[in-house]
């Protein structure tokens, strides 16, 4: 059968983790659909390779239920937004019609008038029939969509032969901030040491303000002359701290 989106697919894997109790579900496809090039159709659809990923239930577990974390829309929106960082892609982000998702929970990020990814909560005539609760979080994107953009180039490093300095800095952000802008400044004005970069945590909920959201990151420094110390490092964070507050009003938590 010729599939149209990867959706249905993602959705059975979940009914199967389901039925032996999994509570917290992340899941991903690559695989190829087809898109009919009008309808009726006439001559042979389309094929094209898509990602597509599911997020459900418990984002972090608790020993007591009423401490466990929900995956919700910012999840989602976090993880389609650290692909695209890391594939160096800079989107547009606006609302999405994509049927199967619910109006109002969903967005999808555009480049030069092309979707790139659809994401959101799906609709619950999209879970009908499948004996899910709970919001169940979907996004898929079109690699050839993306191939054109992408301006990551692999490159080979010499392995360190001098231990990296770790910091982890946690900011409120407005909910309008992307990910991926946080990003882009903190590589901007990290300094000649910084090599790794990476979001590990996102999170909205009773300790955020209301129209904030919390988001950690873990940074990675290092010298391929000689073993950094804090001082070498100060400086940078000072930049990039002091430029997140300036232009997209991020607080260090």
């Not at 929970?105 to 609709?123: M, N, P, S, Y």
């Amino acid at each position: 059968m010729m599939r149209t989106t990867l959706i249905p697919s993602l959705m059975d894997v979940l009914v199967r983790n389901q039925a032996v109790k999994n509570q917290s579900v992340g899941i991903y496809e690559i695989a190829a659909v087809y898109t009919p090039k009008q309808l009726p159709v006439t001559e042979l659809p389309r094929e094209s390779m898509h990602v597509a990923g599911l997020l459900y239930g418990q984002r972090r577990g608790a020993a007591w239920p009423d401490q466990a974390v929900d995956y919700d829309f910012y999840d989602l929106k976090g993880l389609v937004e650290a692909v695209l960082s890391g594939l160096e892609i800079e989107a547009e982000l606006e609302t999405s019609d994509f049927a199967p998702l619910h109006p109002g929970k969903a967005a999808r990020f555009v480049k030069d008038g092309k979707i790139l990814c659809q994401f959101g909560e799906l609709h619950p005539s999209a879970i009908d029939g499948y004996d899910i609760e709970g919001p169940v979080y979907i996004f898929e994107m079109d690699v050839e969509a993306l191939l054109p953009h992408v301006n990551f180039v692999p490159a080979y490093h010499k392995v360190a032969r001098f231990p990296a300095i770790s910091r982890d800095l946690a900011f409120l952000a407005p909910l309008e901030i992307d990910n991926a802008r946080i990003l882009g400044i903190i590589r901007e004005y990290g300094g000649i040491y910084l090599g790794d970069v990476r979001l590990f945590d996102l999170y909205q909920g009773k300790q955020v303000p209301e129209g904030f959201k919390s988001l950690a990151y873990s940074l990675v420094f290092r010298s391929g002359e000689g073993t950094l110390a804090d001082g070498d490092i100060q400086s940078s964070i000072d930049s990039i701290l002091k430029k997140l507050k300036d232009t997209l009003h991020c607080e260090l938590r």
